[in-house]
């Protein structure tokens, strides 16, 4: 009787340490998509950022605001443009930070 006891312990013992290996596997994969998923996002994260850079550089809201023909006042200018008055685009040299263009 006493011997019997011991096996079902061991058993026992051993039906534990197999399900927390099994456990212990299942968190382990669980770990490994979680970090694929994170490095996946923090990638988009940063081409968002990037893209949103672009975007907010000067020449880019100055294009964009040509391009929509917005009414909207230069650097240095206290007063809104006349009706008829719009920006213009700049040309390719001041884009390029050649000489002369202003920041």
Known sequence: MRGCTII???ASVA????F????????????????SEWVTVRSSLWSVQARS???RAPQQVH?????????????GQQSTPEKGERL???DKGARHGSAGASR
């Open 8 to 10: 079902v312990g061991f």
């Open 15 to 18: 039906l534990a340490t197999v």
């Open 20 to 35: 927390l290996r099994a456990e212990q596997t299942r968190c382990a994969a669980r770990l490994v998509a979680l970090e």
């Open 53 to 55: 850079a672009r975007l």
């Open 63 to 75: 294009d964009r605001a040509v391009f929509l023909q917005a009414d909207v006042v230069p650097p």
């Open 88 to 90: 213009v685009r700049s």
